[in-house]
């Protein structure tokens, strides 16, 4: 489990990131936003029987989904 931490650690900073983006209020022309996904080789490792990079995928999308659709 310790070794997992990290990787949720930084799943839940994404979450609350994309949490905040969605709750300003920014003018479309200055909205610039840019995600960075980790697609090394140690994200092919799993949690629960699951790849990382499966659930980072699959965080990044919710996140995208969520945000105002003029950032």
């Known amino acids: 489990m310790q070794r997992?931490?990290?990787?949720?650690f930084l799943m839940v900073l994404l979450v609350c990131g994309a949490s905040?983006?969605?709750a300003a209020t920014v003018a479309a022309d200055s909205a610039?936003?840019?995600f960075v996904l980790d697609a090394?080789?140690?994200?092919w490792?799993?949690?629960?029987?699951?790849a990382k990079i499966v659930i980072a995928k699959e965080v990044l999308n919710n996140?995208?989904?969520g945000l105002?659709?003029?950032l």
């Open 40 to 43: 090394s080789g140690s994200m």
């Open 45 to 50: 490792g799993q949690i629960d029987g699951k």
């Open 32 to 34: 610039k936003v840019v």
């Open 63 to 65: 996140l995208i989904d």
């Open 20 to 22: 905040l983006l969605s």
């Open 68 to 70: 105002p659709q003029d």
């Open 4 to 8: 997992h931490f990290g990787f949720i």
